[in-house]
């Protein structure tokens, strides 16, 4: 079941388009990346679904019902997010920081995060694959439908990485988590994607799975013409 769509996703900042006219779907239960060169649209695209960008056209969808307004009135409908760089409390503790975010509701988050262990520690102690971890927590915490990760793994050793990926896969099936992310790792691109989204000068170029993706002629040209052969 498709939980978020967009249409016709466009933006142009001084006469460059940005994005344009991207649509895309993420199902329930779905690990969905877009991926692309440097400048290719990626974190505006991101923007204009989160509502951090207002958009030129176009429509995001959630659950068939449009979704707009400010990104605090879109989390309210179901939409999460964690960003590039963690965004956590430092002052207060593990525990206090999921506290702020679950707004009273009944949470074992930090065990499943993997952070029970560290309920009492301030943030700011935290190793940064720790931090990363919080966020996630942090807007699990929400409840979302649908959740929207930009560069989950930016900063973190291999090994965190699969860790972090394997969590965040798991949740998904397990709590029929819609999932969009994107991430500069091809290695945790497609090892953990259940389909690509592949973005170059703001358009959709390509669309499928892993192995759809790496046999795409269009798509290699596009890393090989940027430098980057990791496709």
């Known amino acids: 079941m498709t939980l978020l769509a967009a249409s016709g996703l466009t933006k142009s900042y001084g006469g460059v388009r940005a994005v344009d006219g991207v649509d895309l779907e993420v199902a329930s239960g779905e690990m969905v990346a877009m991926i692309g060169p440097n400048g ?9 679904i989160g509502g951090q960008v207002s958009a030129d056209a176009g429509k995001v969808r959630l659950d068939g019902a449009d979704l707009d307004g400010s990104p605090a009135r879109r989390a309210r409908r179901g939409l999460g997010r964690t960003f590039q760089v ?3 409390f430092a002052s207060m503790s593990v525990s206090e920081n999921l506290a702020v975010a679950a707004r009273g509701r009944d949470t074992t988050l930090l065990e499943r995060v993997g952070l029970g262990a560290d309920a009492q520690r301030p943030a700011a102690d935290l190793a940064y694959g720790d931090i990363k971890r919080l966020e ?5 915490a929400t409840e979302p439908r649908v959740l929207l990760m930009d560069e989950p793994t930016a900063g973190m050793a291999p090994a965190e990485r699969r860790q972090l990926m394997t969590l965040i896969a ?3 099936r397990e709590t ?6 994107t991430e500069h790792d091809m290695d945790v691109v497609f090892g953990h994607a ?6 170059d000068r703001g358009k959709l ?8 993706i790496r046999a795409n002629a269009r798509v290699r040209e596009v890393y090989l013409g940027h430098g980057d052969g990791s496709c």
């Open 176 to 181: 029929k988590l819609a999932v969009l992310f």
């Open 205 to 212: 170029i390509a669309s499928g799975d892993p192995s759809a």
């Open 170 to 172: 798991g949740l998904a």
């Open 40 to 48: 290719a649209g990626k974190s505006t695209c991101f923007g204009l």
């Open 136 to 140: 996630l927590a942090l807007a699990l």
């Open 194 to 199: 259940d389909r690509i989204l592949v973005l």
């Open 86 to 88: 963690a965004q956590v």
